[in-house]
């Protein structure tokens, strides 16, 4: 119901059907999986950067064959997760082929969570890693200006018993949703996360969207978040630092870069042999605490969202009940 909501709010807005369902697929899975910054909190943004120029769609875009089993898409500023959709299913079609693939993406925007292509390619027995950077807004370690965006990495692997590893991680000190959403909500930064617009440290929310962020783990992240434009910007002849826009320039196409690794197992040892070995490793690590690998979380949050429906905060709903009515549209959210 979610999904065919978001559809028909961004066909109204002027997408293309096959993308808008990609879009809307991406945005209600960040809500099933319990990351509300990554769904449909975003839907409003997604639409005035549709209505605005900043996002093209149908987008057209158009795929490059560097070498076998590398390949480059341009994503014609096209919607960013339906890009980045396309862009993991090609890589996961490369290397059952081929075992190994390299898919990279230029002139994308925004694409979401990075963890939903990565799980998207472990529930089909590879091991992906996905690569993106973004706007400028994340200080070098030892620096005051910003020169990086937050700059995600996400790898995923096949657990067991259906299950997939996840890790999904900004490169800051804290994801940019989140310091838009406290900015909206209200709410105090913890220290050592951003800095304000005369570079001093702050926990105001507000003051960290005029200022900065810092990296997360100081040259560690800084160092990671340079591997991002490396691997999803410059290998991919993407935008990178100050190239790359701010979704919020609604008017304007991101040029974002991404990247996509696909290994599949099946090319390494066979399915038993894998699980064998995953779960040997998480009897090691997890043992008789109380660990939870990465992923775990959320796969739980998916299946109670499976059970008893997603659940959306009623600011969200409130949003996109007003989303809705500007564009003459029906919403599902009597109460909102």
Same mark, same amino acid.
Request: net charge negative; glycine share 12%.
């Given at each position: 119901m979610l999904a065919r909501f978001a559809c028909e709010v961004l066909e109204a807005a002027g997408a293309d059907r096959d993308e808008a369902e990609s879009v809307a697929r991406i945005l209600v899975w960040g809500d099933a999986v319990g990351l509300p910054n990554q769904g449909l909190w975003r839907l409003d943004t997604t639409v005035r950067r549709l209505e605005d120029g900043g996002i093209r769609s149908p987008c057209r875009l158009s795929m490059?064959?560097?070498?076998?089993?590398c390949l480059r898409?341009?994503?014609?500023?096209? %919607?960013?997760?339906?890009? +980045?959709?396309?862009?993991?299913? =090609?890589?996961?079609? !490369?290397?059952r082929a081929r075992g190994l693939a390299f898919v990279g993406v230029r002139n994308g925007n925004f694409c979401g969570a990075l963890g939903y292509y990565v799980d998207r390619a472990a529930r089909q027995d590879c091991v992906a890693f996905a690569f993106s950077n973004s706007f400028p807004k994340v200080v070098p370690a030892g620096g005051s200006?910003?020169?990086?965006?937050?700059? %995600?990495?996400?790898?995923? +692997?096949?657990?067991?018993?259906? =299950?997939?590893?996840? !890790?999904?991680?900004s490169t800051a000190a804290s994801a940019g949703s989140t310091i838009t959403k406290l900015a909206e909500q209200g709410g105090e930064l913890p220290p050592g996360v951003a800095l304000g617009a005369e570079g001093q440290p702050t926990l105001d929310p507000e003051a960290a969207a005029r200022g900065a962020l810092l990296p997360f783990g100081g040259a560690k992240g800084f160092g990671l978040a340079l591997v991002v434009e490396i691997v999803g910007g410059i290998l991919s002849e993407a935008a990178v630092s100050r190239e790359v826009e701010s979704m919020y320039h609604f008017d304007a196409p991101?040029?974002?870069?991404q990247a996509f690794i696909v290994l599949n197992t099946?090319?390494?040892?066979?399915?038993?042999?894998y699980t064998s070995r995953f779960d040997a490793l998480r009897n090691y690590v997890v043992e008789d605490q109380d660990v939870r690998?990465?992923?775990?979380?959320?796969?739980?949050?998916?299946?109670?969202?499976?059970r008893n429906g997603v659940y959306l905060e009623p600011s969200t709903q409130a949003k996109l009940s007003n989303l809705a009515r500007g564009l003459r549209i029906s919403h599902p959210f009597p109460d909102a």
């Amino acid at each position: 119901m979610l999904a065919r909501f978001a559809c028909e709010v961004l066909e109204a807005a002027g997408a293309d059907r096959d993308e808008a369902e990609s879009v809307a697929r991406i945005l209600v899975w960040g809500d099933a999986v319990g990351l509300p910054n990554q769904g449909l909190w975003r839907l409003d943004t997604t639409v005035r950067r549709l209505e605005d120029g900043g996002i093209r769609s149908p987008c057209r875009l158009s795929m490059e064959t560097v070498f076998p089993g590398c390949l480059r898409i341009d994503g014609n500023d096209g %919607p960013g997760h339906y890009v +980045a959709e396309v862009a993991i299913d =090609e890589a996961i079609e !490369l290397a059952r082929a081929r075992g190994l693939a390299f898919v990279g993406v230029r002139n994308g925007n925004f694409c979401g969570a990075l963890g939903y292509y990565v799980d998207r390619a472990a529930r089909q027995d590879c091991v992906a890693f996905a690569f993106s950077n973004s706007f400028p807004k994340v200080v070098p370690a030892g620096g005051s200006i910003p020169a990086l965006g937050t700059n %995600p990495i996400a790898i995923g +692997a096949p657990a067991t018993g259906g =299950e997939t590893f996840v !890790l999904d991680m900004s490169t800051a000190a804290s994801a940019g949703s989140t310091i838009t959403k406290l900015a909206e909500q209200g709410g105090e930064l913890p220290p050592g996360v951003a800095l304000g617009a005369e570079g001093q440290p702050t926990l105001d929310p507000e003051a960290a969207a005029r200022g900065a962020l810092l990296p997360f783990g100081g040259a560690k992240g800084f160092g990671l978040a340079l591997v991002v434009e490396i691997v999803g910007g410059i290998l991919s002849e993407a935008a990178v630092s100050r190239e790359v826009e701010s979704m919020y320039h609604f008017d304007a196409p991101g040029r974002n870069g991404q990247a996509f690794i696909v290994l599949n197992t099946g090319h390494f040892l066979t399915r038993e042999r894998y699980t064998s070995r995953f779960d040997a490793l998480r009897n090691y690590v997890v043992e008789d605490q109380d660990v939870r690998l990465p992923g775990e979380r959320r796969s739980a949050a998916l299946a109670d969202a499976e059970r008893n429906g997603v659940y959306l905060e009623p600011s969200t709903q409130a949003k996109l009940s007003n989303l809705a009515r500007g564009l003459r549209i029906s919403h599902p959210f009597p109460d909102a």
